[in-house]
C-alpha cells in the first residue's frame, strides 16, 4: 500500500510539472483568434468579438477615428486637433474628437461595457490583419494631437499590458468596405467622470496591412443602459411621485 501511495505522488509530480511547463508565463502574449464567424475572446478585462455584417451607413454609426497607409504598419488615434500625428486621415468627418458620453453601453452577463464597432480592409488573398495595440486614454481637454501619449490624460485600457497581445483578424468573413468586422467590449467600470477619449490603435505587425483603412466608430442609437447614478436619480424621481401620490390620495 505504501509503494502504491509514493507511485502516486510521484505521478502527481510529474503531472503538476508538465502543467506548470505548458502554462502561459508572466508576460507571454495571448493572441485572441476571430478568424472564426463569431468567435469571441478576452484580453485584460475587455471582451473582443467577430460580428456578422452590420449596417454602417450615414446616421448609423459616427466614425471617430480612420487609419490609412501604404505601410505593413498603420496606426492613429482620433482628436479633432489637427495637424494629425501619425496615419490619421485628416477629414473631420473620420477622425475627430470622441465624447465619453457618445459611447454606448451595454449589458453582457450583468456587467457593463462600453461598445467600440472596428471596421477593417484587406486586398483578398491575403485577408488576414492583426490588431496589436489599443490605448485608451481619458481626459477633459480636447483636441490634444501631439506628443502622444505624454499629456493625454487617464490610460484607462490597454490591450498590452502584462504581455504582448494581439488580436487576429480576418476580413475575408466580412469582405467589403464598411461592413464592420469586430466589436470590442471595454468595462465600463474602467472609465471615470473625464469628457473625451483618445482611442489609440496599431495594426499589422503579426500581419500586416495591404490595402485600404481601418475605421473605428460607435453606433447611433443604441439602447444605452443608465448609470449608477442615473439609475440613483431615476429611483429617486419615481420614489418623489409615489410619495407625492399617496399624500394626494390621502387628502
Known sequence: ???????????????????LS???????????????AGSSGTVNGAIFEQID????????????????????IEEGYNTSGRPLEFDENSSPIFTHDLLLSDVPIVDIGG???????????????????????????????????????????????????GGDNWIKLDYALNSGSGSGDMFAYIPNSLFTGDTYLYFYSLFGENFGNNDGFEEWAVLKGTTQVPEPGTLFLLGSGLFGLALYGRKAFKR
Open 111 to 161: 456587467t457593463l461595457y462600453r461598445q467600440f464597432l472596428l471596421d477593417i480592409n484587406q486586398t483578398l488573398p491575403g485577408s488576414l490583419l492583426s490588431l496589436d495595440e489599443i490605448q485608451i486614454y481619458q481626459s477633459n481637454t480636447a483636441g490634444l494631437h501631439s506628443g502622444f501619449p505624454a499629456g493625454f490624460g487617464t490610460l484607462v485600457y490597454d490591450l498590452d499590458a
Open 22 to 36: 505548458l502554462a502561459p508565463s508572466a508576460g507571454q502574449a495571448a493572441v485572441v483568434d476571430l478568424t472564426t
Open 53 to 72: 455584417p452590420q449596417a454602417t451607413g450615414s446616421g448609423v454609426i459616427d466614425p471617430f477615428v480612420r487609419v490609412s497607409t501604404n505601410d505593413t
Open 1 to 19: 500500500m505504501k509503494k502504491t501511495n509514493g507511485w502516486l505522488i510521484v505521478a502527481g509530480v510529474v503531472v503538476a510539472a508538465i502543467c
